[in-house]
């Protein structure tokens, strides 16, 4: 009995907490390669909300780096940290002046990192768990009273006719057809085309998706509003993100 009630209150913390442990490492150049294309209108807005300098900034699940520079042009010290061991790599031969760790973000703590000036998480809090309140007080810990948090991450679109499953099937062809244009576009070959449709249709990015609790539009910027009062929120980056921006108060 008492065996089944740890074993039960572990499971729903852990679904709570985090997702199931896949990782991106069997996905990591393929992300890579399809992040590094289709970032502009992400690096515009982030470099917008970005001071011209600072001193210690952090990119929560930094992946293969792709935000590094802006942060490294900006600030004096640099933290990413990954779960993927793989995006790690990828980040860390790229800009090998930052400190890239592999490690779980709700280990990333102000007891063992400090605080930071900024905090960036980009497509990636959507990946801890199913408790957003819970998530983004973790983040907070991590800024410094006056600095900044800027997150930016996919929201769900589900569209009335998505209950109808053949509808919905041709809905997301129709998004990994559209990835895939902008990829073969960006990068200016077949092959980022096709390199997007593997991507998308990858077991593991499948399983991702699945892990992931993906908030709707209006449920992002309430629970944003909610742990970051008075933070602005740009729904201009993509159709499929949304972008928020808060400052600390300097006795905060
Ligand atoms: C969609 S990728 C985004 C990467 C990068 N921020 C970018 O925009 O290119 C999500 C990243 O979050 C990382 N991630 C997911 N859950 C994590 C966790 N609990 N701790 C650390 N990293 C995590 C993944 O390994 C992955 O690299």
Known sequence: ????????????????????????????????RFASLTQDRFRRWIT???P?????????????GRFLDLLADRYGEVVGVDASARMIDLAQARFPAVKCDVGDLWE?????????????????????????????AHV???????????????????????????????????RTVRGAVRAGVAGGSV????????????????NLAADAHVLSRQEFRREYALAFPGATFSDAVESSVCAVSWSAAPGE
């Not at 709570?16 to 442990?21: D, L, M």
């Not at 063992?112 to 980009?122: A, C, E, K, P, S």
């Open 52 to 64: 011209a300098s600072g001193g210690r900034a952090i990119d929560l699940g930094c992946g293969s």
């Open 191 to 206: 092959g980022d085309a096709l390199a997007a449709v593997r991507l998308k249709r990858h077991e593991q990015w499948r």
């Open 140 to 174: 907070r810990r991590l800024v410094r009273p006056g600095g900044q948090v800027v997150v930016v991450d996919v929201v769900r679109h589900t569209p009335r006719w998505a209950a109808n499953p053949v509808a919905y099937r041709v809905y997301r062809l129709g």
């Open 108 to 136: 990333a703590t102000p007891e063992r990192l400090g605080v930071f000036d900024l905090v960036l998480g980009v497509n990636t809090l959507h990946h801890l768990g199913s408790d957003p309140a819970a998530y983004l």
């Open 48 to 50: 917008g909300v970005l």
């Open 1 to 32: 009995m008492v065996t089944t009630m740890i074993t039960f209150s572990v499971n729903v913390i852990m679904k709570v907490r985090r997702t199931s442990g896949a990782t991106f490492d069997p996905i990591a150049d393929l992300y890579d």
